[in-house]
């Protein structure tokens, strides 16, 4: 693409590479005139400004000169000494003088511009070439084989390779070689070419084509293998580049012809060597790579003969053609839009006429009403390939499942350049930076692959650094035992070996612990409703005394003649309650006796009552008796443990979930654990709120663990969710041994737990691993797509599949419930998948692993077929539209973005009836005899 345009005949040459900003210079070009038949000479550097979207370049510098030029180079000697900080401009004129400018004097507009003049040569110069190593050796070359080698230190004195070759001939370019600072090779017009060496002042080699045809008319060193050069041949009848190896001189190595007509200028760039610059008589410009003779780019150009052609040194993808239409192109290999080059040329014909009235009539032209042409496609396409200086050297990326990619461009020797391609190599290598996650996860894995749970609970329990942290496993530790709920009462801190002890203790003593006073300021007596306390109730009805009296009644023996009694049927309550009982009415005997305070007789005769009367009247004496312990008692007689679990204060949470284990039937026994875990969650105190995971432990609530343990963890580090995942595992196993349940329901928090965790194995390669921990109860998008990927890393499904596409088993849901289907029989036919996209190319096989093992990536079938559930709503643009497992269900309408088959004549078709659409049929036409039928056809292949 054309960046920039100069309108000048003249020959050019680009700023040094350690120059900034980017000069071209230009000089008039020798034996040329322009249209106006002018005889001035100059010298001008224009500023190449790519931020700058005109094509014009700014001229930075003119002087005029007395000479015209054949070559013009410019090079470096003086930038580092700063006496000349734009270097030198070096001049082949046409009356064989060579002379040397100051650029940075041209760029200021000095009038004395000349360092130095030489007119040592007898005719015009048309060779020049600075050293690359010693920029201070120029090499010119003119007629009758002269050739000189000038110091810039001493002009004065040049100095010649060698004897003048015979015949005697014009020297049409000189180039120094690119990695060898002493050799040096020169061109004549007859085709022969000379290489001298510098140390021995003689030419070491000649070549030369044998068909006497070769015009030579530019050379150029390969920049990186010392023995190979290039030479150009302007001959029309042979217009081709000879690429020679001086090590195998006798022929040429390759011959680049894709040129018609003679080639005027070559030019190799030093940044990349597979790209060489060639122009012609042709109008072409062409950038081939030159070890395989392929044309990589071809330039756009005009219609004129292009007759010198250089790459910018500091800008590599830039470079500059002039032609004998009397203008300097700068191009871009790298493509872009030729938009800019069209508006110059539509401004210059608007400032030509404007809205002007060519034919005088004092009117200005109405606008010309043309019809609009259709857009041309302003884009330009860059190289075929990228070129070497925005190739990556290296490079590494990460892969999924924990793999590092990189590779290398391994530099071969110049000798194996050309005997065999050089090798590209792949390492794949599996990066773990987690060993102590790894080292867990896997002691895990052989724990609940072996069953042995227990051991794993007693290596964490003696493991554990923090009296929580040992709590928590022994409470998991006790699942496994033969009585969990009796060893969660010893991890509490009451056994009943020890309470027992204690009892006997204090019998032996003689006398038990008084009774603590139900508030420490007042006496026991009777509370605030007038009610007497429990203490004070049995006081007074004197049931010590009675039980005494029975003690001893029961050592002694019993009188032969049994006591006479009355009973008392008077008005008093002994004779009221006399009377109700005589009748059969226990309630109301129960009720005289609570009012009279003689809980004792009431009790006894609830219990002859029946069981209603009796857990009557024991509300009834646990709505008057307020103690410590009365809410304890009422929860043991009316096994109403909901209310303490909701009553109690949590500094006693351990006493509560000890009632719990010891009193909760089996079917509540879950449920007031998660109650009491949930009380203790929501409290302000973070010493209560992790005791909370204890109760979802004895549970078996893994959701609530999981949201519990996340809150008092630090769910980002990979080593506290590998605490998380230990504990819920095992609870999950203590579960189903427990419940006999296959499998434990996944809530979603624990799904995106367990997710999480499977990618954090499969980013250390444990694929195998990270899928058995997937949840597969669950349809999260994130999880899905680590299964697929999981799945495809491995190169197979479960049960020996084939990798699905991707997504998988990704359908969109039906609007409404799905005809009942027929039963599949063999006869039926099924019809190969509708595929809309190219087959899928499987993947290289990498070359070399970093553990030498040799692998092939895994390849991508095509998708299979869907299920026999169909959903009528087609799938949105760019999903995979699977075809019909059955041809009787009907199928999708065929979207919009996909063609019909009517437009596709080429494929396979079947057979169809000429009958009208068929009663259920979704396709144009339809099968004869047959309902809801589907459109088959063969799919595409790519």
């Known amino acids: 693409m054309k960046l920039k345009e100069i309108d000048r005949t003249a020959i050019q040459a680009w700023s040094p590479a350690q120059h900034h900003p980017v000069y071209l210079a230009t000089g008039t070009s020798a034996q040329q005139l322009d249209a106006t038949f002018s005889t001035n000479a100059s010298l001008e550097i224009f500023e190449l400004d790519l931020a700058d979207t005109t094509l014009d370049m700014k001229s930075c510098g003119t002087f005029s000169s007395p000479h015209r030029y054949h070559k013009l180079v410019w090079g470096p000697h003086g930038m580092d000494e700063q006496g000349r900080p734009s270097g030198v401009l070096i001049a082949g004129g046409e009356n064989g003088n060579v002379?040397?400018?100051?650029?940075?004097?041209?760029?200021?507009?000095?009038?004395?511009?000349?360092?130095?003049?030489?007119?040592?040569?007898?005719?015009?110069?048309?060779?020049?070439?600075?050293?690359?190593?010693?920029t201070n050796l120029v090499v010119s070359g003119g007629n009758e084989s002269e050739i000189y080698i000038w110091d810039l230190n001493n002009f004065s004195n040049p100095m010649t390779p060698g004897p003048k070759s015979q015949p005697l001939e014009d020297i049409s370019s000189v180039a120094w070689n690119r990695q060898v600072q002493h050799i040096l090779a020169s061109a004549c017009p007859s085709g022969r070419a000379s290489v001298w060496d510098l140390r021995k002042n003689e030419p070491i080699i000649k070549v030369s084509d044998h068909s006497n045809r070769m015009h030579c008319s530019g050379?150029?060193?390969?920049?990186?293998?010392?023995?190979?050069?290039?030479?150009?041949?302007?001959?029309?009848?042979?217009?081709?580049?000879?690429?020679?190896?001086?090590?195998?001189?006798?022929?040429?190595?390759?011959?680049?012809?894709?040129?018609?007509?003679?080639?005027?200028?070559?030019?190799?760039?030093?940044?990349?060597?597979?790209?060489?610059?060639?122009?012609?008589?042709?109008?072409?410009?062409?950038?081939?790579?030159?070890?395989?003779?392929?044309?990589?780019?071809?330039?756009?150009?005009?219609?004129?003969?292009?007759?010198?052609?250089?790459?910018?040194?500091?800008?590599?993808?830039?470079?500059?053609?002039?032609?004998f239409d009397g203008r300097i192109g700068i191009y871009s290999i790298m493509g872009g839009s030729a938009e800019g080059q069209r508006q110059k040329q539509a401004d210059q014909l608007s400032s030509s006429f404007g809205n002007l009235d060519p034919f005088g009539t004092g009117q200005t032209l109405p606008p010309l009403q043309m019809p609009q042409p259709p857009a041309q496609?302003?884009?330009?396409?860059?190289?075929?390939?990228?070129?070497?200086?925005?190739?990556?050297?290296?490079?590494?990326?990460?892969?999924?499942?924990?793999?590092?990619?990189t590779f290398g461009n391994v530099k071969a020797a110049p000798q194996q350049q050309q005997q065999q391609p050089t090798p590209h190599i792949v390492y794949v290598s599996q990066v773990v930076t987690e060993t102590a996650f790894l080292d867990r996860s896997n002691q895990l894995q052989s724990a609940m692959t072996a069953g042995s749970f227990m051991d794993f609970c007693r290596s964490k329990v003696e493991a554990s650094q923090s009296d929580f942290e040992r709590n928590v496993w022994s409470f998991l530790k006790a699942n496994f035992e033969s009585d969990p709920r009796g060893r969660y009462l010893e991890l509490l801190g009451y056994k009943?070996?020890?309470?027992?002890?204690?009892?006997?203790?204090?019998?032996?003593?003689?006398?038990?612990?008084?009774?603590?006073?139900v508030c420490e300021s007042e006496p026991a007596g009777p509370d605030a409703d007038g009610l007497p306390t429990a203490a004070a109730a049995t006081d007074e009805l004197g049931l010590d005394e009675a039980e005494e009296e029975e003690d001893t009644s029961l050592g002694e023996s019993a009188p032969a003649v049994k006591e006479r009694f009355k009973l008392s049927v008077s008005e008093d309550v002994d004779g009221l309650i006399t009377q109700a009982l005589l009748t059969g009415d226990f309630e109301g005997a129960v009720d005289l006796c609570l009012h009279d305070n003689r809980v004792a007789d009431a009790i006894i005769l609830a219990i002859a009552g029946g069981p209603e009367l009796l857990a009557k009247t024991q509300k009834t004496y646990f709505d008057k008796t307020q103690s410590k312990i009365t809410r304890l008692i009422t929860a043991v007689v009316t096994k109403d443990w909901r209310e303490i679990v909701e009553s109690c204060d949590l500094q006693n949470w351990r006493e509560a979930l000890a009632a719990v284990l010891t009193y909760a039937r089996p079917e509540e026994f879950s449920a007031l654990c998660d109650l009491l875990g949930s009380r203790l969650e929501g409290d302000g105190d973070l010493g209560l709120q992790v005791q909370a995971c204890l109760c979802y432990i004895c549970a078996g609530n893994v959701e609530k663990l999981v949201a519990c343990w996340t809150k008092a963890g630090d769910g980002n580090s990979p080593l506290s969710l590998q605490d998380l995942v230990e504990k819920v595992m095992v609870v999950q196993r203590a579960v189903e041994q427990s419940r006999g349940a296959s499998s434990v329901v996944m809530g979603a928090l624990l799904a995106e737990r367990m997710s999480q965790y499977a990618g954090l194995l499969a980013a250390q390669g444990s694929l195998a691993t990270a899928l058995a921990y997937l949840p597969s109860n669950t349809n999260q998008a994130a999880v899905v797509q680590l299964r697929d990927r999981l799945y495809r890393a491995q190169g197979e499904r479960a049960g020996g599949q084939p990798v699905p596409g991707f997504p998988s088993d990704r359908q969109p849901a039906p609007r409404e419930r799905a005809p009942v289907k027929p039963a599949y029989t063999p006869s039926q036919d099924v019809q190969p998948p509708q595929q809309y996209y190219a087959q899928v190319r499987p993947a290289?096989?990498?070359?070399?692993?970093?553990?030498q093992t040799p692998t092939a990536l895994p390849t991508?079938?095509?998708?299979?077929?869907?299920?026999?559930?169909?959903?009528?709503?087609?799938?949105?643009?760019?999903?995979?539209?699977?075809?019909?497992?059955?041809?009787?269900?009907p199928t999708s309408p065929t979207p919009g973005y996909m063609y019909q088959s009517s437009a596709r004549p080429g494929y396979p078709q079947s057979k169809w009836c000429t009958e009208p659409r068929a009663t259920g049929c979704r396709t144009p036409r339809c099968k004869k005899g047959e309902v809801g039928c589907f459109l088959p056809r063969a799919p595409i292949k790519s």
């Open 99 to 134: 002379i040397l400018y100051d650029a940075a004097k041209i760029i200021a507009g000095d009038s004395d511009v000349m360092i130095a003049q030489n007119d040592k040569h007898t005719g015009p110069v048309r060779a020049l070439d600075v050293n690359p190593f010693q």
């Open 219 to 323: 050379l150029a060193w390969n920049p990186e293998v010392a023995t190979q050069l290039v030479l150009a041949s302007e001959d029309d009848r042979m217009p081709v580049i000879q690429m020679w190896d001086l090590r195998f001189a006798t022929s040429p190595l390759k011959v680049l012809e894709n040129h018609t007509r003679g080639v005027l200028a070559i030019a190799w760039s030093l940044a990349d060597p597979e790209l060489l610059l060639s122009c012609g008589k042709d109008n072409r410009i062409l950038c081939w790579n030159p070890n395989t003779a392929e044309v990589l780019y071809e330039l756009p150009t005009s219609t004129q003969w292009c007759f010198d052609i250089q790459w910018c040194p500091r800008n590599p993808a830039v470079l500059s053609a002039a032609a």
């Open 377 to 405: 496609q302003s884009a330009v396409m860059p190289l075929k390939k990228p070129p070497k200086w925005i190739r990556r050297p290296v490079g590494a990326s990460f892969a999924f499942g924990g793999k590092l990619v």
């Open 496 to 517: 009943k070996e020890e309470v027992a002890q204690k009892i006997a203790v204090a019998l032996q003593k003689g006398s038990v612990p008084p009774k603590e006073p």
């Open 844 to 851: 290289s096989t990498v070359t070399s692993w970093s553990n």
């Open 860 to 889: 991508i079938p095509p998708v299979a077929s869907s299920s026999d559930s169909q959903p009528e709503q087609p799938p949105p643009p760019g999903f995979l539209m699977p075809g019909q497992a059955n041809p009787s269900v």
